[in-house]
């Protein structure tokens, strides 16, 4: 019989010669089946050459659990996987060899007697370990379904590589995740460290156990999971990257490829997945997390992900947010000159002092808005060059502005204060809430007020009051004193009809305010914070006092500034009150006001006429607010456009009666006999 070419494929030479080996035997076998169907007389003990040496087989023996029998059928599946002679002899013994190779047929080849056959039949069961680390997989048959003898068996490429000695990772897995690798010089403050050891404790045992990792975006949990799984690897899947269709075949990659390498397994951002699976597919997930072998590390930017499984441990850690002295460091390394016409090099100590209180990110959100930044300096200087503090500062935003996504829109603030009319009690309510915002640090860090307070050190505030007069506007003047990006949420994306969707979108916003020192603005809170109710009746009132509940904690701990505008003050609930920083109602102007906003909307430059008299439209259109002042002086101006004239007081009175009749106002007949 003419002997097999040795194989060559990859820089493992004794791999190749190993699947020589493993060739050469299935090729015997043929032949000696083809002798034992002409009636010729076959040595029951022939030699048959072994697979299961090397590191590869001694992996899969040691820590996947399998027998040598069974690595052996591995590398005849892979055989046949790779040259087509051997599908060729197979087929030429049972048809069926077409699609795969059956333990029946691969127990014939081998000439396995019973006791060694019956054994090796174990493999049809889904709870195996060749089939549940999905090493090997039935064609024609469900990965979870019991299967014969009969039925064919295939290999994944991945398992062929490996057998082979490639350290080539899953395709699925290079797509949409990778290896997690330590970074060089981790930087931890003790709270992160404590989190880091106590992963590491978790880790170091194969046992059951799932581990969920709880913290924002960008904070540094993957880098705190590859550093407590060192010095063994740890592989990744994204799972903000998979969608409800391609998610079973993505997490069967996962545990294949954590048992081949001895890895540690994390799917990453599990809650961006939940959330696009429906009711069944959710516990289908479910149930095959409960399923792994081995721990497994979920991460998740909400509290509280209900993922868990009856068979397995399940075991909740937080991750913090780095502390301002460790997050100054982070941001002074990831500037540090590197190469050859890099810049100048570091930000001043004070700018770096800013970056550190401003932005409440970790080692993630730094490395990524200093890309962004980077490349802005490197487009505006044609070339390498350090980014400015503008440039760092837009790069924040960048990348905060990424993860709200549609759930909140960045307002640019074109209003002075100058423009403002407000009475001086409100006036002053406005600037004590600034200045609460402006000194927190110093009041809470540095005068230790802050273990005082149970959770959180955000400022929340709700301005009450008609429309048009103002809430908007102060809020936007608020966040531009404080030099904060002003972001106004999209309630209609925010709320779902889905069970905990609304809560996860609502998490995305904070963090990510949090993260980019944000103002965040409800306009029309009422919608979110209406009242619990007492006498619950359904599932929706039970599900809408949850989401209320969930928002009073979520303000509660939030550690920015964020906005509430109502137009209906009653329907708050009142448990978010004792939870305000502060509460400023906005009324309708007082004539001397009403006519300072007329003042202040004609100050245009636009052309006006001689003598215009605005305290008699204040006085007679009493019930006008700012805005509604704005609209009438809006359409008066085209008015006087259309008719080629200035803005006179003809045009300013009729655009105000237009304007009090649409705001619900009876009006009677003006001087000239009009309505």
Known sequence: MAQ???????????????????LEAVACAAERAAQLARGAQVEPDAPWPRGAEGAPARHLIERCGLREEEVE???????????????????????????????????????????????????????HPLRQLELISPIGASDDSLIDVETPLGVPQRVVHFLAGEDLLDAALARDG???????????????????????????????????????PGSGRRAAIACAAAPAAAVMLDASRLGAADAP???????????????????????????????????????????????????????GLELGSSSRALVRLRWPLPGVATRRALWARALEPRGPGAGAGPLTAAELDLLAERYRVGAGGVAAAVRSATARAA???????????????????????????ELA??????????????????????????????????????????????????VAALFSGPPGTGKTMVAGLIARELSLELYQVDLSRVVSKWVGETEKQLAKVFEAAEAGHALLLFDEADALFAKRSADVKSAVDRYANLEVNYLLQRIESFGGVVILTTNLDASIDP????????????????????EQLWREMLSTGAPLAEGLDLASLAEEYAG????????????????AASEGAVVGQAHLRRAARSEYRAMGHVLGRDARGGL
């Open 249 to 303: 075949a993505a997490l069967r990659a996962l545990r294949r490829e954590a048992a081949l390498r001895g890895a540690a397994a994390v799917l990453a951002d599990v809650d961006e997945l939940a959330g696009r699976l429906g009711p069944g597919e959710q516990q289908a997930l479910i149930a095959a997390l409960g399923r792994w072998r081995g721990p497994l590390v979920l991460t998740t930017s909400m509290p």
């Open 624 to 639: 006008m607010s700012g805005a509604n002042i704005r609209n009438a002086v809006l359409a008066a101006a085209f008015l």
């Open 4 to 22: 097999p070419s040795i194989l060559r494929w990859g820089p493992d030479v004794d791999a190749a010669a190993r699947f020589e080996a493993q």
């Open 178 to 216: 990778g290896l997690l690798r330590p970074p060089p010089r981790p930087l931890w403050d003790d709270a992160q460290a404590a989190v880091v050891e106590q992963l590491r404790g978790w880790l170091a045992p194969q046992e059951p156990t799932t581990l969920v990792l709880e913290g924002a």
């Open 379 to 405: 487009r505006g200087a044609r070339g390498p060059a350090s980014p400015t503090l503008p440039q760092l500062l837009a790069g924040v935003q960048d990348n905060i502005a990424e993860r709200l996504g």
């Open 409 to 458: 829109r960045r307002v640019d603030v074109s209003q002075a204060w100058s423009e403002l009319v407000l009475p001086a009690d409100t006036r002053d309510d406005v600037a004590a809430l600034i200045g609460r915002v402006r000194h927190g640090h110093q009041v809470l860090e540095q005068w230790g007020f802050r273990r005082k307070l149970p959770r959180g050190a955000g």
């Open 575 to 594: 448990a978010l009150r004792r939870r305000l920083a502060g509460h400023i109602v906005f009324g309708l102007p007082e004539a001397e006001e009403r």
């Open 73 to 127: 059928l591995l590398w005849a599946l892979a055989a046949r996987a790779v040259d087509p002679r051997v599908a060729a002899h197979l087929r030429a013994l049972d048809p069926r060899a077409r699609e795969g190779l059956s333990l029946g047929l691969y127990a014939a080849l081998r000439g396995l007697p019973p006791a060694r056959a019956h054994a090796l039949s174990a493999v049809a069961d889904p709870r």
